[in-house]
C-alpha cells in the first residue's frame, strides 16, 4: 500500500476584505495572509486480485483556524473485468470535465475555475455513488463513462443542494429524501485522445449531469460540458519539458428554481446559466511554467427577487509555477476579477495575488493525463 502526504498552502492578498466572497472553491484562498486549505493524505493499493482501493483525507483551516476534515474521496475498482470494462464504488469525484475529477494539488492554478465553483459547486461536483466505464476496442483512446451518486448536499451543489440556512436561490430548500431513481444524480461521459504526431496530442470529452434540485416538489437541474485538451511536447522533453498545453471547458446548466418548501416561493423560473474558462501552459524549461486563464459565467438574472449568489462574473489570472522537485513547488499567481454592479461587494474589480507552496512526503499514486 502507498501511503503519501500532501500539504497545500497559500499567502494571499486581495484588494477585497472578503477574500471567501471572491474565490468561488472550497481549497481556494478564503482570506489575507496565510491559508491551509488542503492538507491530504492518501492511501491507495490493491485489495485482493480482483480490485484495489484509493482513500483521500483532507484536512482544512477555516478562518478561524479551526480544523475541518472531510473524505475527499475513498472507493474501490476493479481491476481485471473481461471486455475493457471496469466497475467504481464508493465516494468520488465525478467524471464530469477536466478538472472536476483532480485534487487540487494537481491544478495548474492556485483557485478553482469560475464555472466549475459556481455551476458544480466550491468542492466540485462528488458523492457516494457507482460508476461503470468501457474503454472502447480502438486505434485510439476511447471511453464510455456512467455513473450515479447521492447528489446530496453541497457537494451536489446544483441538485439536492439544502444550501445556506435552508435557501438556495431565494427558496427555502425541501430537504427531502430521496423518492426514487429520479432524485440521483446521473452523470455520463465520452472522451476521446488521439495522438496527433509524436509530440502532439488532443483529448476531446462531452458530459452530462440530470438530476432533481431542492427548491421544489418537481424540480430538475441539468449541466452539459464539454472540454478540450492541447499539449504539445518537445521530441527532445527532458522530464517532460518543453511543453505547451491548451485547456477549455464549456458548461451550460439549466435550473428548475420550483416554489420552495411547502409552495413558499410565489412563483417558479427556470434558469439558463453558461461559462467557460480557458487556459495555457508553457512549461519554458525544466521545472518552470507560465500560465494565464481567462474566466467568464453569465448567470440569468431573477425577475422576481435580487439573488447575490446570482451574478454574472469574469476574471483574468496568470502564474508562475517553479518545480524544484516532483515532490514540492512554489507558484506565484495574479488574478483580476470583474463583478456586476449590483454584487454584494462595493467594488466592482478586485485584484488577488497568491503565493502558492506544497510539498510532499511519500509515493503519490499518479493521476490521470
Known sequence: MNISFDGLFALAYSSARDLDHIEVG????????????NIELAFDGAVDPYFEGFANIVFKLDND????????????????????????????????GRLNPTHPHTWDFADTPLVNGLFLGPDGLRGVGAQGSWTLPLPWYSQLIFAS??????????????????MFFDRITTDREVRGLQDFVWIPRFENSVNL?????????????FGSNETGANSRTQIYGADLLYKWKSARAEGGFPFV???TEFMYRRFEAGHGANDSFPVAETFHDWGLYSQVLWGFK?????????????????EFTDDLDRQSRAR???????????FSKLRLQYNHDFLEENFFLSEREVDSLFLQFEFILGAHGAHKF
Open 26 to 37: 472550497d481549497h481556494d484562498p478564503q482570506q489575507r495572509g496565510f491559508n491551509a486549505r
Open 316 to 326: 483574468i489570472s496568470a502564474n508562475l509555477t517553479w518545480y524544484p522537485t516532483e
Open 65 to 96: 483556524n479551526q480544523t475541518e476534515v472531510e473524505v475527499e474521496e475513498a472507493f474501490m475498482q476493479t481491476t481485471s473485468l473481461p471486455f475493457n470494462l471496469q466497475l467504481k464504488g464508493g465516494q468520488f469525484f465525478a467524471a464530469f
Open 197 to 209: 504526431s509524436e509530440t502532439q496530442t488532443v483529448l476531446a470529452g462531452v458530459s452530462g449531469a
Open 245 to 247: 498545453k491548451w485547456q
Open 149 to 166: 451518486q447521492n447528489g446530496r448536499g453541497s457537494t451536489g451543489f446544483s441538485f439536492r443542494n439544502p444550501g445556506d440556512d435552508g
Open 286 to 302: 525544466k521545472g518552470w511554467v507560465v500560465g494565464i486563464r481567462g474566466d467568464y459565467v453569465h448567470i440569468q438574472n431573477s
